[in-house]
Nanobody, 123 residues
Framework: QVQLVESGGGLVQAGGSPRLSCAAS????????TAWFRQAPGKEREFVAA???????YYTDSVKGRFTVSRDSAQNTVYLQMNSLKPEDTAVYYC?????????????????WGQGTQVTVSS
């Protein structure tokens, strides 16, 4: 099992570049497929980005070229570097993990979740 703790959110101006962190407080990321989701007010939770056990990365179209997901195995942490933020990126961002790279954009296939971190982008 793995317990996830996100950090790094807050109030950011449009165009800003915050970095979110997802630390595994117990367990390690080495055996898991890890993803970032986000949920804006009144909307469903949506897939943002993911990184596989081998380091392969996946992104939803709206963040390609702006967001980068990475993993530091020594720190047991997965990051989401967000650049060129837009007001429509405002949401609670969640880190999630599961055992395999199947249906990676479906939130209900992930068994482990962090508590979420709020990112608010002001225009």
């Amino acid at each position: 099992q793995v317990q996830l703790v996100e950090s790094g959110g807050g109030l950011v101006q449009a165009g800003g570049s915050p970095r979110l962190s997802c630390a595994a407080s117990t367990g390690t990321f080495s055996g898991y497929f890890t993803a970032w989701f986000r949920q804006a007010p009144g909307k469903e939770r949506e897939f943002v980005a993911a990184i596989s056990r081998s380091g392969g990365t996946y992104y939803t179209d709206s963040v390609k070229g702006r967001f980068t997901v990475s993993r530091d195995s020594a720190q047991n942490t997965v990051y989401l570097q967000m650049n060129s933020l837009k007001p429509e990126d405002t949401a609670v961002y969640y880190c999630a993990a599961k055992n395999g790279p199947f249906m990676i954009q479906e939130s209900n296939t992930y068994g482990y979740w962090g508590q979420g971190t709020q990112v608010t982008v002001s225009s």
